[in-house]
């Protein structure tokens, strides 16, 4: 009888044990901020920035042509994306990802919207320009 007792008790132990060694830590996936930023953006509408309907902040981006090359250090951006579709309209954009963007090149920009500028256009910080 002892030793049905010490034998179940050892099962225990040992089935404990390798339950235990079963235990792996998965790794877990960061996302970049950058792919995080592009998964959770809205498409900026002129429209709704119009109707002051974006909230400063808001992650956005936007696609259209570099319209203008800015080059007054007065002003809060670096250069200028036109939007063309229906509701067409221009952004200034505030090119913190330091991307080389030349006049009339087609680009996709991600970042947050900083509400309208001193000029009345309204402005995206971007971190991203593809």
Do not use: H, W
């Amino acid at each position: 009888m002892k030793k049905l007792l010490y034998l179940g008790a050892l099962s225990v132990i040992l089935l404990t044990a390798c339950e235990e060694a079963k235990t792996v830590t998965e790794p877990i996936e960061v996302e970049s901020p950058q792919a995080e930023l592009k998964n959770e953006a809205i498409e900026l509408d002129i429209v709704d920035v119009n109707e002051n309907k974006v909230e400063v902040g808001t992650k956005v981006f936007s696609k259209g042509i570099v319209s203008r090359i800015v080059t007054e250090e007065s002003l809060e951006f670096e250069f200028v994306l036109t939007v063309e579709g229906e509701e067409p309209g221009m952004f200034g954009i505030d090119n913190y990802a330091l991307a080389d963007t030349k006049y009339g090149a087609e680009i996709t920009v991600y970042g947050t919207y900083e509400g309208l500028g001193s000029m009345g256009v309204p402005i995206i910080s971007t971190i991203i320009v593809e």
